[in-house]
């Protein structure tokens, strides 16, 4: 018994010094994590005293900002804007061509060829276009040119003699948030009416009519977008009790889209040229001359002798020849109420690639028969032909981008004329050299 007593007396002591052991250890790590908290204490507390700091010191800053433009704006003259936001709301926009232009004409005379004309001509146009909330707007342009509403170009001549601007441009703009891709505008506009591959079968690219028209375009679905546009204009304004010429139209046109890149655009449109028949030359009305092409009664007053209803239908297809873009595009026109049978006319063409980046280029061809009485001649291309109907022939093209916001272009027209009194066409020709200068 003494002997087992003794033995557990020594295993009661080696446990409680074991004990005594792990209670010192477990002291001394109690005291290193009671350190560390403290020096972390410590640091978080250095850290907020520079967050206070740096926060008083910016907020001095903000408010010493705020004094410095509070007294500029005391110091600005009276009556001046202490905001320029305005000028945000402002976008102007321009171009500027030097153009030189060849001539020549086939005559009836015993010399078969007049002598060509040279001669160079500048065009120059300023837009101001004014954002005045988020549904209206306004837009103004001057341009060179004379009182012809087909062309805006100005020839360099008359003894250096100043030269004329003209307002080119004055309308609204109301585009409602409550319907979304309507555009509504009012005054002298931009022609609402799409056409394809910019030709001008119809309308010269320069004319800007006059009253009220609208655009309005929706996609309708991921391949299909509509769009639809449409006015009434005013062409002149007369005392007499004849109704007044006018021009009411309305165009429809859906694009789809096959695939990238291929696209095929086709569209109908409608033009009702009111008050026209039994009326003087509109081209003497604005300085020109003559009723290019269309039938008029001879006689000291030449007046129209038809009325013209135009229905158009129109087509284009746009593709890629490997990184090349292509479009093929055609126009056929018919004016159903003409007396005569030279109602018809039709155009195709094509246009390779498009100008871009500097050292891109793009070329266009265009195939055009117009007859006499199938659209107003008076305010279609003024160019092909020397303007107006009745002729027939080639439009090539060229466009080569030289730099950023700078471009040079050639044109050749290679046209019959068949509005002459001596019972057969002549020969056309011009030829135009452009450089063309664009800022916005």
């Keep these: 018994m003494p002997a087992a007593a003794a033995f557990v007396l020594l295993l009661l002591f080696?446990?409680?010094?074991?004990?005594?052991?792990?209670?010192?250890?477990?002291?001394?790590?109690?005291?290193?994590?009671?350190?560390?908290?403290?020096e972390m204490q410590e640091r978080i507390t250095q850290l907020e005293a520079r967050q206070t700091l740096k926060e008083k010191s910016l907020t001095e800053q903000i408010e010493a900002i705020a004094k410095k433009t509070e007294e500029i704006e005391k110091a600005a003259p009276a009556g001046l804007p202490t905001s320029a936001s305005w000028v945000e709301r402002i976008k102007w926009s321009g171009d500027f061509r030097y153009r030189h232009e060849s001539i020549d004409e086939e005559t009836a005379g015993?010399?078969?060829?007049?002598?060509?004309?040279?001669?160079?001509?500048?065009?120059?146009?300023?837009?101001?276009?004014?954002?005045?909330?988020?549904?209206?707007?306004?837009?103004?342009?001057?341009?060179?040119?004379?009182?012809?509403?087909?062309?805006?170009?100005?020839?360099?001549?008359?003894?250096?003699?100043?030269?004329?601007?003209?307002?080119?441009?004055?309308?609204?703009?109301?585009?409602?948030?409550?319907?979304?891709?309507?555009?509504?505008?009012?005054?002298?506009?931009?022609?609402?009416?799409?056409?394809?591959?910019?030709?001008?079968?119809?309308?010269?690219?320069?004319?800007?009519?006059?009253?009220?028209?609208?655009?309005?375009?929706?996609?309708?679905?991921?391949?299909?977008?509509?769009?639809?546009?449409?006015?009434?204009?005013?062409?002149?304004?007369?005392?007499?009790?004849?109704?007044?010429?006018?021009?009411?139209?309305?165009?429809?046109?859906?694009?789809?889209?096959?695939?990238?890149?291929?696209?095929?655009?086709?569209?109908?449109?409608?033009?009702?040229?009111?008050?026209?028949?039994?009326?003087?030359?509109?081209?003497?009305?604005?300085?020109?001359?003559g009723f290019l092409g269309n039938s008029n009664s001879g006689g000291l007053t030449p007046l129209y002798t038809n009325d013209y209803d135009v229905f158009e239908v129109f087509g284009e297809y746009a593709t890629k020849c490997g990184a090349t873009p292509l479009s093929f595009f055609g126009n056929w026109i018919q004016n159903i109420n003409a007396t005569s049978n030279e109602d018809t006319g039709w155009l195709i063409g094509a246009k390779v690639n498009k100008v871009s980046d500097p050292g891109s280029w793009e070329g266009s061809y265009m195939y055009r028969d117009i007859q006499a009485d199938a659209t107003v001649g008076a305010m279609n291309d003024s160019d092909f032909i020397g303007g107006g109907t009745d002729g027939k022939g080639h439009t090539f093209g060229l466009t080569y981008q030289v730099s950023k916001n700078v471009q040079a272009a050639v044109t050749y027209f290679l046209n019959e004329d068949r509005a002459s009194t001596a019972g057969r066409s002549f020969d056309y020709r011009r030829l135009q050299g452009d450089l063309l200068f664009k800022f916005k």
């Design 110 to 289: 015993s010399v078969r060829w007049k002598a060509g004309q040279n001669r160079h001509r500048i065009r120059a146009r300023l837009m101001l276009e004014a954002t005045l909330n988020d549904e209206w707007g306004l837009g103004f342009r001057l341009a060179s040119g004379s009182a012809d509403p087909t062309s805006t170009n100005q020839t360099l001549d008359s003894s250096f003699s100043s030269k004329d601007i003209w307002l080119d441009l004055a309308y609204f703009d109301y585009h409602p948030a409550a319907v979304k891709g309507l555009n509504v505008y009012g005054g002298k506009i931009k022609n609402p009416f799409y056409m394809v591959g910019g030709n001008q079968l119809i309308f010269d690219g320069d004319l800007n009519p006059e009253g009220i028209g609208f655009t309005f375009e929706r996609a309708l679905n991921e391949r299909d977008t509509l769009r639809l546009a449409g006015g009434g204009f005013w062409v002149d304004e007369g005392s007499g009790s004849a109704a007044d010429p006018s021009l009411f139209g309305a165009q429809a046109m859906i694009t789809h889209t096959i695939g990238n890149p291929d696209k095929v655009t086709a569209g109908v449109s409608y033009y009702d040229f009111g008050g026209i028949k039994g009326y003087g030359s509109l081209p003497a009305t604005w300085g020109g001359t």
């Design 14 to 38: 080696s446990a409680r010094a074991a004990q005594a052991d792990e209670l010192s250890d477990l002291k001394q790590q109690m005291d290193t994590t009671m350190k560390l908290l403290q």
